[in-house]
Protein backbone atom coordinates (compact mmCIF):
# COMPACT_ATOMS: atom_id res chain seq x y z
CA UNK A 1 0.00 0.00 0.00
CA UNK A 2 2.88 2.52 -0.90
CA UNK A 3 2.13 5.87 -2.35
CA UNK A 4 3.12 5.25 -6.17
CA UNK A 5 2.90 8.57 -7.24
CA UNK A 6 5.15 9.79 -4.15
CA UNK A 7 7.99 7.43 -5.11
CA UNK A 8 7.49 8.71 -8.32
CA UNK A 9 8.01 12.43 -8.15
CA UNK A 10 11.28 11.18 -6.33
CA UNK A 11 12.82 9.44 -9.31
CA UNK A 12 14.63 11.50 -11.75
CA UNK A 13 11.66 11.65 -14.38
CA UNK A 14 9.59 12.52 -11.95
CA UNK A 15 11.34 15.64 -10.78
CA UNK A 16 11.06 16.93 -14.21
CA UNK A 17 7.97 16.38 -14.80
CA UNK A 18 7.14 18.00 -11.39
CA UNK A 19 8.85 20.72 -11.69
CA UNK A 20 7.71 21.67 -15.67
CA UNK A 21 4.06 20.54 -14.60
CA UNK A 22 3.44 22.41 -11.81
CA UNK A 23 2.48 18.61 -10.22
CA UNK A 24 2.17 18.42 -6.21
CA UNK A 25 5.16 17.39 -4.94
CA UNK A 26 4.74 15.59 -1.74
CA UNK A 27 7.24 15.98 1.28
CA UNK A 28 8.96 12.38 2.82
CA UNK A 29 7.16 12.65 5.98
CA UNK A 30 9.21 12.30 9.09
CA UNK A 31 7.93 9.46 11.35
CA UNK A 32 8.50 8.45 15.14
CA UNK A 33 10.17 5.28 15.13
CA UNK A 34 10.70 3.55 18.64
CA UNK A 35 13.50 4.76 20.49
CA UNK A 36 13.71 8.16 18.55
CA UNK A 37 13.98 11.57 20.57
CA UNK A 38 10.75 13.47 20.52
CA UNK A 39 12.55 16.31 18.76
CA UNK A 40 16.33 16.04 16.69
CA UNK A 41 17.20 19.70 16.88
CA UNK A 42 16.49 22.69 18.75
CA UNK A 43 13.16 24.43 19.02
CA UNK A 44 12.68 28.26 19.68
CA UNK A 45 10.50 29.97 21.94
CA UNK A 46 8.69 33.22 21.61
CA UNK A 47 6.07 35.78 22.61
CA UNK A 48 5.03 37.20 25.60
CA UNK A 49 2.59 35.75 27.80
CA UNK A 50 1.17 33.35 30.84
CA UNK A 51 3.34 30.52 29.19
CA UNK A 52 6.38 32.42 28.28
CA UNK A 53 8.10 31.47 32.13
CA UNK A 54 7.23 28.07 32.30
CA UNK A 55 8.21 26.68 28.33
CA UNK A 56 11.89 25.90 28.73
CA UNK A 57 11.35 24.34 31.92
CA UNK A 58 8.22 22.01 29.76
CA UNK A 59 11.02 21.44 26.86
CA UNK A 60 13.55 20.48 29.21
CA UNK A 61 11.52 18.04 31.00
CA UNK A 62 11.21 16.44 27.63
CA UNK A 63 14.49 16.46 26.26
CA UNK A 64 14.10 18.79 23.84
CA UNK A 65 16.61 21.49 23.55
CA UNK A 66 15.44 25.32 23.38
CA UNK A 67 16.40 28.11 22.50
CA UNK A 68 14.54 31.81 23.47
CA UNK A 69 16.51 33.85 21.04
CA UNK A 70 17.69 33.72 17.19
CA UNK A 71 21.88 32.90 16.61
CA UNK A 72 23.69 33.52 13.36
CA UNK A 73 22.89 30.82 11.08
CA UNK A 74 21.27 28.40 13.55
CA UNK A 75 18.28 26.45 12.22
CA UNK A 76 15.06 25.05 14.04
CA UNK A 77 13.64 22.25 14.00
CA UNK A 78 10.36 24.08 15.81
CA UNK A 79 8.93 27.22 16.61
CA UNK A 80 6.56 27.98 19.69
CA UNK A 81 4.99 31.92 19.99
CA UNK A 82 3.34 32.11 23.52
CA UNK A 83 0.37 34.84 22.28
CA UNK A 84 -1.64 34.30 25.51
CA UNK A 85 -0.15 37.65 26.26
CA UNK A 86 -1.92 39.18 23.58
CA UNK A 87 -4.85 41.38 24.28
CA UNK A 88 -5.58 43.78 21.26
CA UNK A 89 -5.51 42.99 17.50
CA UNK A 90 -2.75 45.71 17.22
CA UNK A 91 -0.84 43.35 18.76
CA UNK A 92 -1.26 40.35 16.47
CA UNK A 93 1.53 42.46 14.32
CA UNK A 94 3.90 40.02 17.14
CA UNK A 95 3.46 36.94 15.35
CA UNK A 96 4.82 37.81 12.30
CA UNK A 97 7.53 39.48 13.78
CA UNK A 98 8.57 36.50 15.55
CA UNK A 99 7.80 34.22 12.75
CA UNK A 100 8.75 35.99 9.49
CA UNK A 101 12.34 36.35 9.84
CA UNK A 102 13.18 31.85 10.92
CA UNK A 103 10.90 30.63 8.69
CA UNK A 104 13.77 30.34 6.11
CA UNK A 105 16.02 29.39 9.08
CA UNK A 106 13.77 25.86 9.60
CA UNK A 107 14.86 22.20 9.23
CA UNK A 108 12.98 19.76 7.56
CA UNK A 109 9.46 18.82 8.21
CA UNK A 110 9.25 21.54 10.81
CA UNK A 111 7.03 21.60 13.89
CA UNK A 112 5.44 25.35 14.49
CA UNK A 113 3.14 26.25 17.68
CA UNK A 114 0.94 29.38 18.16
CA UNK A 115 0.13 29.00 22.19
CA UNK A 116 -3.52 31.29 22.84
CA UNK A 117 -6.20 32.23 25.54
CA UNK A 118 -9.25 29.95 25.00
CA UNK A 119 -11.30 33.11 22.82
CA UNK A 120 -14.88 31.96 24.73
CA UNK A 121 -13.01 32.59 28.02
CA UNK A 122 -11.89 36.26 27.36
CA UNK A 123 -13.83 39.39 26.16
CA UNK A 124 -13.76 42.53 24.19
CA UNK A 125 -10.55 43.19 22.63
CA UNK A 126 -8.93 40.44 23.90
CA UNK A 127 -11.55 37.59 22.74
CA UNK A 128 -11.33 39.40 19.12
CA UNK A 129 -7.34 38.93 19.25
CA UNK A 130 -7.15 35.15 20.77
CA UNK A 131 -9.87 34.14 18.10
CA UNK A 132 -7.72 35.91 15.29
CA UNK A 133 -4.69 33.11 15.78
CA UNK A 134 -7.13 30.69 14.48
CA UNK A 135 -6.52 32.11 10.44
CA UNK A 136 -3.01 32.73 10.86
CA UNK A 137 -1.80 29.03 12.01
CA UNK A 138 -4.65 27.49 9.47
CA UNK A 139 -3.09 29.45 7.18
CA UNK A 140 0.77 29.65 7.63
CA UNK A 141 0.06 25.39 7.61
CA UNK A 142 -1.01 26.01 4.14
CA UNK A 143 2.14 27.96 3.13
CA UNK A 144 4.87 26.42 5.16
CA UNK A 145 5.74 22.99 2.79
CA UNK A 146 8.41 20.36 3.05
CA UNK A 147 6.21 18.51 5.30
CA UNK A 148 5.69 20.98 8.11
CA UNK A 149 3.42 21.73 10.21
CA UNK A 150 1.27 24.93 11.97
CA UNK A 151 -1.13 23.97 15.13
CA UNK A 152 -2.91 26.39 17.99
CA UNK A 153 -3.03 25.21 21.55
CA UNK A 154 -5.49 27.22 23.48
CA UNK A 155 -4.16 26.81 27.16
CA UNK A 156 -6.94 28.20 29.76
CA UNK A 157 -5.55 29.98 32.55
CA UNK A 158 -4.11 27.59 35.11
CA UNK A 159 -3.87 25.02 32.67
CA UNK A 160 -0.14 26.18 31.58
CA UNK A 161 1.33 23.46 33.99
CA UNK A 162 -0.97 20.46 31.62
CA UNK A 163 0.30 21.44 28.32
CA UNK A 164 3.61 19.15 28.07
CA UNK A 165 1.52 16.21 26.75
CA UNK A 166 0.59 17.99 23.75
CA UNK A 167 3.42 20.15 23.10
CA UNK A 168 5.49 16.63 23.59
CA UNK A 169 3.03 15.08 20.19
CA UNK A 170 2.77 18.52 18.65
CA UNK A 171 6.57 19.15 18.49
CA UNK A 172 7.57 15.39 17.67
CA UNK A 173 7.28 13.62 14.42
CA UNK A 174 4.23 11.44 16.17
CA UNK A 175 2.09 14.24 14.59
CA UNK A 176 3.07 14.00 10.73
CA UNK A 177 -0.32 14.32 9.54
CA UNK A 178 -1.81 16.46 11.76
CA UNK A 179 -1.82 20.09 10.39
CA UNK A 180 -3.92 23.51 10.72
CA UNK A 181 -5.37 21.86 14.12
CA UNK A 182 -6.81 23.52 16.98
CA UNK A 183 -6.35 21.97 20.38
CA UNK A 184 -8.12 23.00 23.64
CA UNK A 185 -6.38 22.23 27.51
CA UNK A 186 -7.87 22.66 30.82
CA UNK A 187 -11.33 24.12 29.11
CA UNK A 188 -13.31 21.18 29.97
CA UNK A 189 -12.81 19.34 33.11
CA UNK A 190 -9.61 19.15 34.93
CA UNK A 191 -6.89 21.62 34.24
CA UNK A 192 -3.83 19.54 35.65
CA UNK A 193 -2.28 16.19 34.56
CA UNK A 194 -0.64 13.21 35.67
CA UNK A 195 2.73 13.12 35.76
CA UNK A 196 4.56 10.65 33.36
CA UNK A 197 7.94 8.92 34.96
CA UNK A 198 9.15 7.50 31.51
CA UNK A 199 7.83 9.29 28.32
CA UNK A 200 9.10 6.44 26.27
CA UNK A 201 7.11 4.44 28.29
CA UNK A 202 3.75 6.35 29.43
CA UNK A 203 1.14 3.92 29.36
CA UNK A 204 2.59 1.29 31.62
CA UNK A 205 0.37 -0.54 33.59
CA UNK A 206 -2.39 0.89 31.55
CA UNK A 207 -5.19 -1.69 30.16
CA UNK A 208 -6.45 -0.71 26.79
CA UNK A 209 -9.67 -1.86 25.08
CA UNK A 210 -9.94 -1.11 21.03
CA UNK A 211 -12.61 -2.46 18.64
CA UNK A 212 -11.76 -3.41 15.18
CA UNK A 213 -8.56 -4.50 16.26
CA UNK A 214 -7.65 -7.03 13.88
CA UNK A 215 -6.54 -4.89 10.90
CA UNK A 216 -6.41 -1.30 9.53
CA UNK A 217 -6.26 1.58 11.79
CA UNK A 218 -7.41 -0.40 14.77
CA UNK A 219 -4.37 -2.72 14.50
CA UNK A 220 -1.66 0.08 14.45
CA UNK A 221 -3.62 1.60 17.35
CA UNK A 222 -3.08 -1.63 19.06
CA UNK A 223 0.28 -1.85 18.07
CA UNK A 224 1.07 2.19 19.24
CA UNK A 225 -0.23 1.43 22.46
CA UNK A 226 1.32 -1.57 23.15
CA UNK A 227 4.29 -0.03 22.30
CA UNK A 228 3.83 2.56 24.90
CA UNK A 229 3.49 0.15 27.84
CA UNK A 230 -0.57 -0.65 28.00
CA UNK A 231 -1.95 -4.43 27.34
CA UNK A 232 -4.11 -4.34 24.64
CA UNK A 233 -8.03 -5.72 24.63
CA UNK A 234 -8.57 -6.53 21.34
CA UNK A 235 -12.57 -6.88 19.95
CA UNK A 236 -13.70 -7.89 16.48
CA UNK A 237 -16.38 -9.90 14.86
CA UNK A 238 -16.17 -13.93 15.30
CA UNK A 239 -14.87 -14.01 11.39
CA UNK A 240 -12.09 -11.50 12.34
CA UNK A 241 -10.88 -14.32 15.02
CA UNK A 242 -7.75 -15.39 13.11
CA UNK A 243 -6.33 -12.27 12.48
CA UNK A 244 -7.54 -10.72 15.79
CA UNK A 245 -5.91 -13.40 17.75
CA UNK A 246 -2.57 -12.91 15.66
CA UNK A 247 -1.93 -9.20 16.46
CA UNK A 248 -3.24 -9.42 20.05
CA UNK A 249 -0.76 -12.77 20.10
CA UNK A 250 2.19 -10.48 18.88
CA UNK A 251 1.58 -7.79 21.44
CA UNK A 252 1.24 -10.24 24.32
CA UNK A 253 -2.53 -8.81 24.78
CA UNK A 254 -5.72 -10.62 25.03
CA UNK A 255 -9.15 -10.76 22.79
CA UNK A 256 -12.83 -10.76 22.61
CA UNK A 257 -14.87 -11.70 19.89
CA UNK A 258 -18.27 -10.31 19.79
CA UNK A 259 -20.06 -8.21 17.36
CA UNK A 260 -20.18 -5.00 18.90
CA UNK A 261 -24.10 -4.06 17.84
CA UNK A 262 -25.02 -7.37 19.68
CA UNK A 263 -28.15 -6.30 22.53
CA UNK A 264 -25.12 -7.73 25.15
CA UNK A 265 -22.07 -6.55 23.43
CA UNK A 266 -21.81 -3.71 26.44
CA UNK A 267 -22.52 -6.13 29.23
CA UNK A 268 -20.07 -8.73 28.06
CA UNK A 269 -17.09 -6.08 27.32
CA UNK A 270 -17.72 -4.92 30.93
CA UNK A 271 -17.48 -8.20 32.32
CA UNK A 272 -14.68 -9.33 30.58
CA UNK A 273 -12.31 -6.02 31.79
CA UNK A 274 -13.61 -6.60 34.97
CA UNK A 275 -12.81 -9.90 35.82
CA UNK A 276 -9.67 -10.19 33.42
CA UNK A 277 -8.39 -7.10 34.04
CA UNK A 278 -9.70 -5.31 36.89
CA UNK A 279 -10.80 -2.50 34.58
CA UNK A 280 -9.91 -0.65 31.90
CA UNK A 281 -7.53 2.42 31.36
CA UNK A 282 -8.41 3.47 27.68
CA UNK A 283 -11.67 2.68 25.64
CA UNK A 284 -10.55 3.13 21.61
CA UNK A 285 -13.93 3.07 19.81
CA UNK A 286 -12.41 2.08 16.57
CA UNK A 287 -14.55 -0.12 14.97
CA UNK A 288 -16.49 1.21 11.81
CA UNK A 289 -18.44 0.11 8.60
CA UNK A 290 -19.62 2.35 5.14
CA UNK A 291 -22.49 1.05 2.95
CA UNK A 292 -22.58 3.65 0.69
CA UNK A 293 -25.52 4.89 -1.22
CA UNK A 294 -26.72 8.14 -2.04
CA UNK A 295 -30.17 8.73 -0.06
CA UNK A 296 -32.49 7.81 -3.01
CA UNK A 297 -31.34 4.52 -3.21
CA UNK A 298 -30.09 4.20 0.37
CA UNK A 299 -31.97 1.30 1.78
CA UNK A 300 -32.87 0.88 5.45
CA UNK A 301 -30.75 -1.71 6.15
CA UNK A 302 -27.94 -0.03 5.07
CA UNK A 303 -28.51 3.24 6.96
CA UNK A 304 -29.69 1.64 10.11
CA UNK A 305 -26.43 -0.82 10.06
CA UNK A 306 -23.81 2.27 9.85
CA UNK A 307 -25.50 4.24 12.66
CA UNK A 308 -25.99 1.07 14.73
CA UNK A 309 -22.00 0.04 14.32
CA UNK A 310 -20.31 3.42 14.22
CA UNK A 311 -22.55 5.23 16.79
CA UNK A 312 -24.95 3.10 18.73
CA UNK A 313 -22.75 0.99 19.99
CA UNK A 314 -19.57 3.21 20.88
CA UNK A 315 -22.97 5.11 23.16
CA UNK A 316 -24.00 1.87 24.60
CA UNK A 317 -20.65 0.40 25.88
CA UNK A 318 -19.37 3.57 26.70
CA UNK A 319 -22.70 4.33 28.76
CA UNK A 320 -22.17 0.66 30.42
CA UNK A 321 -18.73 1.21 31.04
CA UNK A 322 -18.83 4.49 32.91
CA UNK A 323 -22.25 3.08 34.79
CA UNK A 324 -20.92 0.01 36.02
CA UNK A 325 -17.35 1.89 36.97
CA UNK A 326 -14.98 -0.11 35.02
CA UNK A 327 -12.96 2.98 33.50
CA UNK A 328 -10.59 3.55 36.09
CA UNK A 329 -9.91 7.24 37.18
CA UNK A 330 -7.90 9.14 34.74
CA UNK A 331 -9.26 6.85 31.93
CA UNK A 332 -9.39 8.10 28.15
CA UNK A 333 -12.32 7.40 25.76
CA UNK A 334 -11.52 7.93 22.10
CA UNK A 335 -13.90 8.20 19.16
CA UNK A 336 -12.77 7.42 15.53
CA UNK A 337 -15.25 10.26 14.08
CA UNK A 338 -13.90 10.96 10.36
CA UNK A 339 -13.93 14.37 7.67
CA UNK A 340 -17.13 13.02 6.31
CA UNK A 341 -18.38 13.44 9.46
CA UNK A 342 -17.28 17.75 9.34
CA UNK A 343 -17.38 18.27 5.47
CA UNK A 344 -20.78 15.44 4.43
CA UNK A 345 -19.64 13.15 1.52
CA UNK A 346 -21.62 11.95 -1.42
CA UNK A 347 -23.33 8.96 -0.80
CA UNK A 348 -22.18 8.96 2.86
CA UNK A 349 -25.66 10.66 4.71
CA UNK A 350 -25.86 7.27 7.00
CA UNK A 351 -21.42 7.13 7.85
CA UNK A 352 -21.58 11.01 7.61
CA UNK A 353 -24.44 11.15 10.17
CA UNK A 354 -22.86 8.51 12.81
CA UNK A 355 -19.22 9.70 12.77
CA UNK A 356 -20.56 13.40 13.00
CA UNK A 357 -22.73 11.73 15.99
CA UNK A 358 -19.21 10.57 17.29
CA UNK A 359 -18.72 14.14 18.18
CA UNK A 360 -21.79 14.86 19.49
CA UNK A 361 -20.95 11.88 22.11
CA UNK A 362 -17.48 13.89 22.84
CA UNK A 363 -19.69 17.44 23.69
CA UNK A 364 -22.07 15.82 25.16
CA UNK A 365 -19.99 13.81 27.54
CA UNK A 366 -17.00 16.17 28.22
CA UNK A 367 -18.59 18.58 30.85
CA UNK A 368 -20.33 15.35 32.67
CA UNK A 369 -16.89 12.84 32.93
CA UNK A 370 -15.26 13.08 36.01
CA UNK A 371 -12.01 11.56 38.30
CA UNK A 372 -9.76 12.91 35.72
CA UNK A 373 -11.34 11.01 32.83
CA UNK A 374 -12.11 12.53 29.12
CA UNK A 375 -12.88 12.29 25.76
CA UNK A 376 -11.77 13.43 22.99
CA UNK A 377 -12.32 11.71 18.93
CA UNK A 378 -10.11 11.99 15.95
CA UNK A 379 -11.32 12.77 12.76
CA UNK A 380 -9.19 10.84 10.06
CA UNK A 381 -9.00 12.20 6.78
CA UNK A 382 -7.62 10.27 3.32
CA UNK A 383 -5.73 6.94 5.59
CA UNK A 384 -3.60 4.43 3.12
CA UNK A 385 -5.44 1.21 4.11
CA UNK A 386 -6.93 -1.50 2.35
CA UNK A 387 -10.03 -0.27 2.57
CA UNK A 388 -9.01 2.90 0.87
CA UNK A 389 -6.51 0.85 -1.94
CA UNK A 390 -9.52 -0.96 -3.10
CA UNK A 391 -11.11 2.53 -3.99
CA UNK A 392 -10.64 2.92 -8.40
CA UNK A 393 -7.28 4.85 -9.13
CA UNK A 394 -8.51 8.43 -9.60
CA UNK A 395 -10.77 8.78 -7.28
CA UNK A 396 -7.87 7.65 -4.74
CA UNK A 397 -5.51 9.73 -6.78
CA UNK A 398 -7.42 13.10 -6.01
CA UNK A 399 -8.57 11.95 -2.40
CA UNK A 400 -5.09 11.91 -1.32
CA UNK A 401 -3.82 15.22 -3.06
CA UNK A 402 -6.58 17.32 -1.91
CA UNK A 403 -4.42 18.29 1.45
CA UNK A 404 -1.78 20.66 2.60
CA UNK A 405 1.47 17.12 2.65
CA UNK A 406 -0.41 16.03 -0.89
CA UNK A 407 -0.16 12.81 0.02
CA UNK A 408 -2.44 10.12 2.35
CA UNK A 409 -2.14 9.42 5.52
CA UNK A 410 -0.44 6.40 7.32
CA UNK A 411 -2.49 4.39 10.04
CA UNK A 412 0.00 4.83 11.93
CA UNK A 413 -0.79 8.95 11.89
CA UNK A 414 -4.22 8.20 13.74
CA UNK A 415 -2.62 5.96 16.31
CA UNK A 416 0.07 8.23 17.29
CA UNK A 417 -2.81 11.14 18.02
CA UNK A 418 -5.00 8.64 19.87
CA UNK A 419 -1.54 7.38 21.92
CA UNK A 420 -1.35 11.39 22.85
CA UNK A 421 -5.30 11.37 23.95
CA UNK A 422 -4.21 7.98 25.84
CA UNK A 423 -1.25 9.87 28.03
CA UNK A 424 -2.06 9.88 31.89
CA UNK A 425 -0.15 13.63 30.95
CA UNK A 426 -3.44 14.64 28.53
CA UNK A 427 -5.59 14.68 31.68
CA UNK A 428 -6.78 18.34 30.61
CA UNK A 429 -7.23 16.98 27.38
CA UNK A 430 -10.88 16.76 27.03
CA UNK A 431 -13.94 17.70 24.56
CA UNK A 432 -10.80 17.83 21.71
CA UNK A 433 -11.66 16.54 18.11
CA UNK A 434 -8.46 16.47 16.37
CA UNK A 435 -8.01 15.90 12.10
CA UNK A 436 -5.57 13.77 11.16
CA UNK A 437 -5.73 14.29 7.46
CA UNK A 438 -3.03 16.71 6.42
CA UNK A 439 -4.85 19.82 6.36
CA UNK A 440 -7.58 18.48 4.08
CA UNK A 441 -9.45 21.19 2.05
CA UNK A 442 -12.38 19.62 2.95
CA UNK A 443 -14.43 20.62 5.48
CA UNK A 444 -11.84 23.21 6.44
P1 LIG B 1 -11.33 -1.57 8.38
O1 LIG B 1 -12.55 -1.98 7.67
O2 LIG B 1 -10.00 -1.99 7.82
O3 LIG B 1 -11.39 -2.07 9.92
C1 LIG B 1 -12.55 -1.97 10.70
C2 LIG B 1 -12.54 -3.09 11.72
O4 LIG B 1 -13.74 -3.00 12.48
C3 LIG B 1 -12.51 -4.47 11.08
O5 LIG B 1 -11.55 -5.28 11.73
C4 LIG B 1 -13.92 -4.98 11.31
O6 LIG B 1 -14.01 -6.41 11.39
C5 LIG B 1 -14.28 -4.30 12.61
N1 LIG B 1 -15.73 -4.26 12.80
C6 LIG B 1 -16.67 -3.85 11.89
N2 LIG B 1 -17.91 -4.01 12.39
C7 LIG B 1 -17.77 -4.54 13.63
C8 LIG B 1 -18.70 -4.94 14.62
N3 LIG B 1 -20.02 -4.86 14.43
N4 LIG B 1 -18.23 -5.46 15.78
C9 LIG B 1 -16.88 -5.57 15.98
N5 LIG B 1 -15.97 -5.20 15.07
C10 LIG B 1 -16.39 -4.69 13.90
O7 LIG B 1 -11.40 0.02 8.52
P2 LIG B 1 -10.26 1.11 8.81
O8 LIG B 1 -9.95 1.81 7.55
O9 LIG B 1 -9.16 0.53 9.59
O10 LIG B 1 -11.11 2.13 9.72
C11 LIG B 1 -11.08 2.13 11.13
C12 LIG B 1 -11.90 3.29 11.63
O11 LIG B 1 -11.41 4.50 11.07
C13 LIG B 1 -13.38 3.21 11.23
O12 LIG B 1 -14.18 3.71 12.29
C14 LIG B 1 -13.46 4.13 10.02
O13 LIG B 1 -14.75 4.63 9.84
C15 LIG B 1 -12.47 5.21 10.43
N6 LIG B 1 -11.94 5.99 9.30
C16 LIG B 1 -11.17 5.43 8.33
C17 LIG B 1 -10.67 6.23 7.31
C18 LIG B 1 -9.77 5.70 6.22
O14 LIG B 1 -9.36 6.47 5.34
N7 LIG B 1 -9.41 4.42 6.23
C19 LIG B 1 -11.00 7.59 7.25
C20 LIG B 1 -11.81 8.12 8.25
C21 LIG B 1 -12.26 7.33 9.29
Redesign the pocket.
Known amino acids: MSDRYQSFTQSAVGRMLVKNLGLPSPASLERYAEGDPLVRGTVLVGGRGRLAESLPGILASLDIESADATAEGASYKGLVFDATGLTDSGELVALQEFFTPVLRALDSCPRLIVVGTPPEAVTGAERVAQRALEGFTRSLGKEIGRGGTVQLVYVAEGAEAAATSTLAFLLSTKSAYVNGQVVRIGVHGATTAEPVEDWAWPLAGKVALV?????????QIARVLHRDGATVVG???P??AA??QRVTGELDGDWLT????AKD?PQRIAAHLKDNHGGVDIVV??????RDKKLANMTDERFASVI???LT?PERITAELLTQQVINPNGRIVG?????GIAGNVGQTN?AAS?AGVIGLVDSLADQLTDGITINAV??????????AAVPFMTREVGARLNTMAQ??L?ID?AETIAWYANPASTAVNGNVVRVCGQMILGA
Open positions: TGASRGIGEVDVQADLLDITAHNAGITGVNAVASIAYKAPGFIITQMTGGPV
